[in-house]
């Protein structure tokens, strides 16, 4: 007698980091900021020139973030990095002016969103006259936002840390 028989496996691979610290500023004004689609508490958000930290968990894996200039939009941007260098902003993370539910959420499709547009690295911001270097913040890092400066005043962005991988394995 033959027995045929169809296992299936679902394998999760999660990649972790060591505890790090997230550092971050935006150009005029940082107002949220999710780690997970947990919100975090700012102490410098509306302070762009003092950037604001954040304690990472080794499972953390999605940055959230809205952020607007009113003010000067040639230098809206939004600059960061994982102390280690595991994250940085670049043309990976994703941007758009239009908030949608559940945007800061995990297991939310930012796929048809745009990527981010780089405007230059750490210290040197390409559109801005206002020019400031963040020591805490990898020289990597691209200050980054929308195609349009001019039009998109608020931002929604989001860049992971690590993206979780479903494998599905079949044994037959």
């Known amino acids: 007698m033959t027995h045929s028989r169809n296992i299936i496996f679902y394998a999760l691979l999660i990649v972790e980091l060591r505890n790090e610290t997230f550092v971050i500023t ?22 762009w020139t003092l950037p604001d930290y954040t304690q990472l968990q080794p499972t953390d894996r999605l940055i959230a973030l809205k952020a607007t200039n009113m003010d000067d ?28 539910v559940n ?3 995990l297991g939310f499709d930012a796929s048809s969103w745009p990527n981010a ?31 349009d400066l001019d039009n998109n005043l608020t931002v929604y962005c989001r860049g992971y840390l690590r993206e979780c991988n479903f494998y599905n394995v079949k044994d037959i």
């Open 26 to 47: 935006a150009n005029e004004q940082l107002v949220e900021l999710y780690i997970d689609g947990e919100l975090q508490s700012l102490t410098n958000g509306d302070n």
């Open 73 to 100: 939009p040639q230098c809206s941007g939004v600059l960061a990095s994982v102390y280690d260098g595991s994250l940085l902003t670049n043309g990976a993370w994703k941007c758009t002016q239009l908030e949608e």
């Open 103 to 105: 945007w800061a959420n």
């Open 117 to 147: 547009v780089q405007y230059g690295s750490n210290g040197n911001h390409i559109q801005c006259d206002q020019q400031q270097f963040f020591g805490d913040i990898s020289s990597n890092s691209q200050w980054i936002w929308t195609a």
